[in-house]
């Protein structure tokens, strides 16, 4: 990080977000740990008492997880399509009604 | 009688002495009072304390010690311990860039907070103690007439308007709980505050359950709690988040446990606040929305009824006041020393708030339900209870909105406040006291997660139930862990939608635009017609005056004066007449 101020600015932290590559490999080893997650599913199997009629299907929980972030985001998407006001949407009725 | 002193005595107590006092002994008596309440918990409570043929004729039972009110009687002082620990530096006027907690404005505004809080934390612990409606519904009204001070010591107009709703919206709620109770005391002919239920009881069963449900945020119900959240002060939101909604879970499992629509009604909280909360820009409202989806589960545990069920009801009220508190005093923190609270303004803190951002971390780890944090303990059992009750189509819900709250809860409110883009704010860390009560919440929320055995044996309920089976731990981490991989893949594609400085159209539309819009048009349009029937009406008046006025006026001819001489004339010709008709 440069600075056009030099010394007169404040001195600038440099996170660990600011380091590329050691955010690319922090999202490396979380990609390990997912796959670790599958594999170790067959490695354990799955047992519960009562079990759900889907809950017993290979990587159930994975695809349910992930689909359902997208799921979440594509319904969410449109509906602030349909939702969305201004910022001062209820204030300016208010105000409206203070003048009143 | 006065065996055992009813748990909200102390902080009655307590708030007059903060009252009066200042400084160094004002702060050892917002301390003291939740520890001193504390012990009187664990060694005071005997037996019940009850008022006998009170108000015509009821007993009234001040205080009912069983686990269920125990349980809560504990979450409340820890609760209440945590809040006055996190606001202890109000007053002192040295927080940078403080914004919302009045201290600017002079008076000593401190007090006003701590003094109501004080009471809210004493109306709450009177509502989980009461054994009768008469004297829950007196607590229920207190716990918003000592809270909305929350709410206005913003000191805008904007916390005033939002106050106000908050405190109609209460009230409301609290006539419809005395409205039932009259009517079921008239019906059973006791006012106990038991098991009530929806069979046998009429009417009254559900404005008991209805006004429970204004409190609890049932949908279209919900909008005061996005509403006042956000618009207290930093520490306000604290306790709000503390007491009046898992009063009202406590009330739902004292009275309506096991009636099915709880379980409809739960799953719907589940489910739609998730989508608010992706879009949502302030982050205190994003809690909100996720504190309806989290009462949303405990509603549904209830609901479902069994033992295992309804003790992940309570057992997750307990943890939510935990790892709810250290979310909101982590965005809290944030608004102390950046005055901000919205996702559009905020980011890149993580490099000026380590402690902050890896205490909030935690939270949103405990929400969550990480293994080792407190949810993966408590959610579980409603989750298990709704597939041994066949309530397949339920848990499918509940499943999807545990994703939901991981996208929300878990990384958005972290990520948009710590990380994201960088925002250029370099803010300090907070004051110490807001860092200690961040960590104890930390801490709690690890330790309900791992000392699980411990915590299960203060739930009400007997039952078997084991949350770290191999099988649970890893599915639990694949719905996460590939929750987070849908959202960097949705991140990396640029599908997230981005934080927009807007509102949302929620339920409160309502009573914001659409109740005011309908009082103007009706009061225009019986304004209309108002002048329309009076002009009518003076139309007609003037007519028939007129009318009468060419008869009778001034010229008409019947109401000629006639002179004396013409008179005279005609007498003459009168006189005339008859003398000619009679000669």
């Known amino acids: 990080m440069s600075h056009e101020h030099g010394d007169h600015g404040p001195k600038e932290p440099i996170g660990w977000m600011d380091k590329p590559d050691f955010v690319k490999r922090l999202f490396w080893a979380f990609y390990a740990l997912c796959a670790v997650l599958v594999v170790a599913e067959v490695v354990f199997g799955k047992a519960t008492e009562h079990p759900h009629p889907n809950e017993g299907w290979f990587g159930f929980y994975a695809v349910y997880g992930f689909i359902s972030f997208w799921f979440l985001v594509l319904l969410a998407k449109p509906m602030r399509k349909l939702l969305i006001r201004s910022e001062d949407y209820y204030e300016g009725d208010e105000g409206a009604e203070d003048a009143g | ?583």
């Open chain 2, 1 to 583: 009688m006065l065996g055992s002193l009813p748990p909200f005595v102390p902080f009655f107590v307590g708030a007059l002495a903060v009252a009066f006092t200042k400084g160094l002994p004002r702060k050892v008596i917002l301390l003291a009072v939740p520890i001193l309440g504390g012990l009187n918990l664990l060694l005071g409570l005997e037996h019940d304390v009850q008022l006998q043929e009170f108000l015509g004729g009821y007993t009234l039972t001040l205080l009912r010690v069983d686990k269920l009110s125990l349980l809560f009687g504990y979450l409340f002082h820890i609760a209440a311990f945590l809040g006055f620990l996190y606001a202890l530096h109000l007053g002192d006027g040295d927080v940078d860039g403080a914004v919302g907690d009045g201290d600017q404005t002079g008076g000593d505004r401190a007090g006003l907070q701590h003094v109501s809080a004080m009471l809210y934390a004493g109306s709450a612990l009177g509502a989980v103690f009461a054994g009768d409606f008469i004297t829950l519904f007196v607590f229920w009204e207190l716990l918003a007439v000592t809270s909305v001070f929350l709410i206005w010591a913003r000191d805008s107009k904007r916390s005033f308007a939002t106050g106000f709703r908050y405190l109609i919206i209460h009230v409301v709620s609290g006539v419809l709980l005395l409205s039932g109770a009259l009517m079921l005391a008239h019906r059973t002919g006791s006012v106990e505050f038991g098991h009530v239920g929806l069979e046998g009881t009429g009417a009254a069963g559900w404005i008991l359950l209805i006004a429970f449900g204004i409190k609890a945020g049932f949908p279209l119900a919900h909008n005061w709690i996005t509403e006042s959240y956000p618009e207290s002060t930093p520490t306000g939101a604290v306790f709000l988040s503390a007491f009046t909604t898992k009063v009202a879970v406590y009330a739902l499992a004292r009275s309506f446990a096991g009636e099915d629509v709880l379980i409809v009604v739960g799953t719907a909280m589940t489910f739609f606040p998730i989508f608010y909360a992706v879009l949502e820009n302030d982050l205190r409202r994003v809690l909100g929305y996720s504190m309806i989806n989290q009462i949303g589960f405990m509603v549904a545990g209830i609901g479902i009824g069994t033992a295992l069920a309804v003790n992940g009801a309570v057992a997750h009220a307990f943890a939510d006041v935990i790892f709810k508190g250290l979310l909101f005093m982590s965005i809290g923190a944030v608004m102390t020393m950046t005055g901000r609270t919205k996702g559009t303004d905020l980011g890149g803190l993580y490099k000026t708030m380590p402690f902050t951002a890896t205490l909030c971390i935690v939270g949103a780890m405990a929400i969550s339900a990480f293994p080792l944090f407190s949810a993966f303990v408590t959610k579980s059992m409603i989750m298990v209870a709704a597939i041994e009750e066949h309530h397949y189509i339920v848990w499918l819900f509940m499943l999807f909105a545990s994703a939901g709250v991981l996208e929300h809860a878990g990384i958005k409110i972290p990520f948009f406040a710590f990380f994201a883009h960088d925002s250029g704010i370099r803010a300090k860390e907070p004051p110490k006291n807001m860092l200690i009560a961040m960590s104890i919440g930390a801490i709690l929320c690890l330790s309900i997660g791992i000392f699980w055995i411990q915590f299960y044996g203060l739930l009400p309920m007997e039952m078997e139930y084991h949350p770290y089976s191999t099988t649970h731990v890893l599915t639990q981490l694949q719905l996460l862990c590939f929750g987070a991989l849908g959202f960097i893949a949705l991140m990396k594609t640029g599908v997230y939608p981005d934080e927009k400085r807007a509102v949302h159209i929620d339920a409160e539309i309502l009573y914001r635009k659409l109740g005011p819009w309908l009082v103007r048009k009706t009061g225009s349009a019986v304004a209309r017609v108002d002048t329309y029937v009076r002009a009518s009406v003076l139309e007609l008046v003037a007519s028939v005056l007129r009318v009468a006025a060419r008869a009778h006026g001034l010229v008409g001819p019947l109401a000629r004066s006639w002179p004396t001489g013409s008179t005279v004339l005609w007498v003459a010709i009168l006189l005339a007449g008859y003398l000619l008709f009679y000669l």
